[in-house]
């Protein structure tokens, strides 16, 4: 076995060749002799020695203290003092640079061995750790990378996993409406035809939602969330989702209820994509695990700040499960057997668009009595802006009289062509396509933004005229689906949470490029 290389810091020179000698006779090798601190540290770099035997008051202009200092700074090479004074100024002193041994001299043999033996051990093991942490830490940044890369995959692949179910969830629906407009066809037939497009519609709706799911996620872990912001009226939102889950409520026999009419109607600027989002989740969860009675649904600003709250009185959790609900892939009931679809995402969802959004989320529950779940936002208030329209020439669809006056009272020195119908629209579009901007709103029949899309695909191929639909009965079955198709037609559009107000004309015009 290679012998270990020891070098003696000692400026007494008959002390320095008794300890070379009782190395030499321990089994190791002195590689030097020297007798200040300066030298000390040259010999160091010079031998690479496997330990310093360093006496701590020396000739020159450093003791062995700071010589000890620089060695292991610069070369980590374990060093045990050797001193014939004992005082506690020396040994705090001492102290302070982590030595692997403390020797009074005069030493023997033995005590001399043992020092070395532990010192480079400890030294060996503490080298270990230290490799063994920074392999740890490269792998955490390779780990890290690869999660990025991961997330980044599925957030790029959105376009092509929901462009073939906007045509799968789309067109049954189309088909359905077609067949409706054909009275030879036995009704029993048409029943038929309509109850499998239907199911495949809904299963259709099924799948992208837990993709949408998925690829949120991804987006936001990535980075690449981007919120926008537009004016948002509270009550609008309360009426928009109570009817998105009005028919499965209903199912359940669970009434939805909302504090529209305890207090007055407030308005605030959000992302509506998003924090429809996250009530729809909340919501769906409740309905998901309600057998009977209410889910209620307030929303009420105080101070700077916006609650959003959906109480349920269904199976509850316990403390336990309240402590994990947020978690991904935490299910209340995770066995083979269970009552409950669905894969745990909905409220890691919910978590991470609230945080995002520099809000929080948080749940109350008693287990078989209820669950509340609070959504507390910052308050950002709207600022009133002049609207300015995109050109002179504006199609308004619109069926109510008093919006088309308000419309038409925002843009006082524009040209408007108003339809009550979509159908009407639609017809318009065929033989006149010479607008600046389309304002839509919720007529009859009743449209989706995936609806018009495709019937522009379908019709109007060409139309490049910006649009601006109204969202206020939340019927629009995919915003993200309407807005994918929109960009395939490489059209502008935008929705506005509905109905028209001036405020959000503007906002929605202002991320077209018009104001």
Sequence with gaps: MEKKQILVVEDEVIIAKDIQYSLENLGYSASSLVATGEEAIIKAGEDCPDLVLMDIVLLGDIDGVEAAQKIRSQFDIPVIYMTAYADDEILERAKITEPFGYMIK?????????????????????????????????????????????????????HELR???????????????SLKKFPQISQKSIDEAARCLEIVSTQGDQLLALINDLLDISIIEAG????????????????????????EATK????????????????????IHRLKQVLKNLVQNAIKFSDKGSIKLNIFPRGDR?????????????????????????QLDGSSTRQHRGVGLGLNLVKKLVEK???????????????????????????????????????????KPETQSLVQSIFPDNEFTVVERSDQALDTLQTNQDFDLILWGQTLPKMTGEMLMMGITANHPGLKTPIIMAASDGSEESVEATYSLARDLELEFRYVNGPFTQGNI??????????
């Design 306 to 330: 916006i609650f959003f709250q959906v109480h349920d009185e269904g199976v509850g959790m316990t403390p336990e499960e309240t402590e994990l609900i947020f978690d991904r892939f935490y």
């Design 106 to 158: 005069p030493f023997e043999e033995r005590e001399l061995h043992s020092n070395i033996q532990m010192a480079l051990y400890k030294h060996k093991m503490e080298k270990s750790l230290r490799q063994a942490k920074e392999k740890a830490e490269e792998a955490r940044k390779v780990a890290e990378q690869a999660n990025r890369l991961k997330s980044e995959f599925l957030a790029n692949i959105s």
């Design 224 to 247: 690449r969330l981007e919120l926008k912001e537009e004016p948002i009226l509270a009550h609008s939102l309360l009426l928009s989702i109570i009817k998105n889950f009005e028919v």
């Design 163 to 177: 462009t073939p179910l906007n045509s799968i969830i789309g067109f049954p629906r189309i088909v359905n409406h």
């Design 357 to 399: 959004m520099e809000g929080t989320v948080a749940v109350e529950s008693e287990k078989m009595e209820k669950s509340i779940f609070t959504v507390e936002l910052p308050w950002k208030r709207p600022k009133e802006e002049e609207t300015r329209p995109l050109g002179k020439k504006i199609l308004l669809v619109e069926e």
């Design 252 to 271: 359940k026999d669970i009434s939805l209820l909302d504090n529209r009419a305890e207090q007055e109607d407030f308005q605030f600027m959000g992302d």
């Design 506 to 515: 503007n906002h929605a015009l202002k991320e077209l490029g018009g104001a």
